[in-house]
């Protein structure tokens, strides 16, 4: 660390349709450290790393690059000038073994092109070792490893490319806590040999853990920079929510304020199995339910959307009261359901991915009551690309597709559908370890893109990462609310089974 | 990063598998059960034709083609119903009531003939209602509940008439039920003009999509904003009304109000759109294949006939035919997996 500037932002802007992204944010990056970029869902630190690694282009502002200022066209051109993400959906070649991954795109080779087995090997090797990774099967399939695993290769493979930067975005969504201190050993290895670490996360112990310094993002501006030594978390979770805790978990926060309530849910109550729930979900936010099995989540989560009766309560879609009797409401009010049945409610087994794509939008797809072919062809297209759902065509049986791309076929429904508002009852069960990284990327892109979304999750370490805010349901009813800034697993354990009254931490006592 | 970047991996970045032509529209008849049974039926009607040339004349295809529509129309309806993966039992005896409601209309009344017809229509679709709600409103089970309107449908058949024919009907319908236009039958015409309309509809509006997605899976269905009930009992009306449309044009074809008209067409009513590709746990059914399952089961009917079999083994091949289209079913279900 010698204290000059490797990476410089001036004045970055990015705008999506009916969000500001990024609003002329600057700062900068020290040669060497490790700097986290910390901030809620929507306040833009994934967009602004994608225009790092070249995968956006700024709509305004200069990337300077050793004080020169660059232009980053694309991944390539980043990777060439030394920048690398590991992004949060991995994106190894599962066929391919470990050697060839990590060397893919510069494999050695003789004079005739073709490649050099036995130095890929050695050289791969190298690699994983100057990563304290020895021993390792260079001829295994990545197909085989874990999400952990993968992660090390990608790192492994944007050391091999020579890089100096590594973007890592919100890496420990999908790892366990052993697996998540290996990491961070590999981590403190590179920074050590000097690789500038840009760590993207809005887990308060992670950042300060790992970090020099913490960069504060606030609904795409630039709160501010501190160095660790000086900052606290509370001061970092403040400058995040632009409020205290308590201000911030009831409601009444600046940022809460300033994104409008999207949803409010008054005194909803079904007999025997939920009762006197209230709540709002606000624009761009990502709200989590934990709770035991049975908890009620699901039978009040499906009566939101009309799915499933109830006896009480009112719901307000986008300040306007919302009489919400069948799904059809719902979706005409913007809404999106994606079940935890994906068998029994999700998917028509026999049709195709194609239809089961655009089943619920195919009024937008007609002209003259005729549904227009091709237009629903190009929307299919598209959104089984924006997913990356693999399937040999769109006229395949959805039955015949894995798990991870059945759900993502029925999440592109309502992104065909344009619903701004999402709830989804268990996304990642029963799917494989990528498909389920590959959900949580698009669940926080989609909240970047000003949608609101509302998730139950069994795996409290899934909703911890991915959420904002975290309500804790027990026996019908709403427990408690925490921040997943700076909740704990245990503390959302104890509330689902002993409910506030229990002794409760406070997660932060001085706030 | 090398061109096979895997940002592109997965479905947008490859290329439609290349074929040929020839091999697309052979995979494509392989696929298509209608055009597979029609090949069949191509076949069949080459042996009764061995058997008894006057099987192709002109003559006796108006025949055929004349029968075949009263079955078809019923069938279609049928064909929507398990489309929709509900049954309709009550096909043969609304067609059979709506005709003799019609007829008592004519005969009573000083009506315009084509009213009463239209009448008869409407006692058809008021059935398809009644069936429609009690299934989907009450949650009664259709198979008991359609076979119970059969059976109250058949009785009022019997009182109403007293089990004698009600003749001396106007004139000026019959051609509804005798005439042709060339050589083709006007019944004829009159269900290909119906069968169009419901095939565009199947296919080409949303009405058909949401009726083919809740056969094939109802719960999903509701949460994709389907109108479930709705459209179950829109499609038990249409059933209705088709049924009604085959049994007032058999009484123009008649002439005199008959009360066994459509005692026998339920099963080949099952027959037809099955062998044509219809599922039994729905889902699945086309317009074509219940059209050329409808014709194979006339063909056959047709062929007892022009063979000089004794007429009672119509029954038994019928059953025969309808076995072998639920084997059918078995087998395609079972491929599927």
Known sequence: MDGTNILEFVEISKGFPGVQALDRVSFAVRRGEVHAIVGENGAGKSTLMKIIAGLYQPDGGEIHLDGKPVVLKDAHRALGLGIAMVPQELNLIPEMSVAENILLGMEPHNSLGVVDRNRQLQRAGETLASLGLEGVNLGQRVKGLSVAQQQMLQIARALAFQCNVLIMDEPTASLSEREQIALFERLRMLHEKGTTILYISHRMEEVFDISDRITVLRDGKFVGTLPREEATQDEVVRMMIGSTMADYLHGRSARLEMRRAVLEVRDLGRQGHFHEISFDLHQGEILGFAGLVGAGRTELLGSIFGALPRDTGDVRVNGQPATIHHPADAIKAGLGYVPEERKRLGIFPELSVLTNTTIPFLRKLQRMTVIDRRAERQSGEQLARRLRVQTPSLEQRIVKLSGGNQQKVILSRWLGSGADILILDEPTRGIDINAKAEIHALIAELADEGKSIIMISSEIQELLAICDRILVMRNGAIVSEVSSATATQEDILRLAMFGSEATLQPANPKI | ?337
Request: aromatic share 6%.
């Open chain 2, 1 to 337: 990063m090398s061109e096979e970047s895997p940002m592109n991996r997965g479905w947008g970045s490859e290329a439609a598998p290349k074929t040929g032509w020839l091999r697309r529209t052979w995979e494509t008849i392989i696929q298509s059960q209608a055009l597979v049974l029609l090949l069949f039926l191509i076949i069949i009607s080459t042996i009764i034709w061995l058997i008894s040339p006057r099987f192709l004349e002109v003559g006796n295809l108006a025949v055929v083609t004349r029968q075949t529509s009263f079955i078809a129309l019923v069938s279609l309806g049928q064909m929507l119903c398990l489309i929709a993966g509900v049954i309709d039992l009550s096909v043969g005896t609304t067609a059979g009531f709506a005709g003799i409601c019609a007829a008592l209309l004519m005969h009573n009344t000083t009506m315009n003939p084509y009213l009463a017809m239209a009448c008869g229509l409407l006692v058809g679709a008021t059935v398809g209602l009644v069936n429609g709600l009690l299934v989907t409103r009450v949650k009664l089970n259709p198979f008991i509940t359609t076979l119970s309107m059969s059976f109250i449908i058949s009785g009022l058949i019997l009182v109403v008439t007293g089990g004698w024919a009600i003749p001396n009907l106007p004139e000026s319908i019959q051609w509804l039920g005798k005439d042709s236009v060339g050589s083709v039958p006007v019944p004829t015409i009159v269900t290909l003009i119906v069968a169009v309309i419901l095939a565009f509809v199947l296919n080409r509006t949303f009405i058909g999509r949401h009726i083919y997605a809740i056969g094939g899976n109802k719960d999903a269905a509701l949460i994709v904003g389907i109108q479930v009930n709705r459209l179950t009992t829109l499609v038990y009306i249409l059933s209705g009304t088709l049924s009604a449309l085959a049994g007032v044009l058999m009484l123009a074809r008649l002439a005199s109000g008959q009360p066994t008209v459509g005692d026998t067409w339920l099963l080949p009513s099952f027959a037809a759109p099955i062998l044509g590709g219809a599922a039994l746990n729905g889902g699945a059914g086309s317009v074509l294949g219940t059209l050329v399952g409808a014709l194979l089961m006339t063909v056959i009917q047709n062929a007892i006939v022009m063979t000089g079999m004794t007429v009672y083994w119509e029954n038994v091949v019928i059953g025969l035919v309808l076995v072998a289209a639920i084997v059918l079913d078995r087998v395609r279900t079972a491929k599927r997996g």
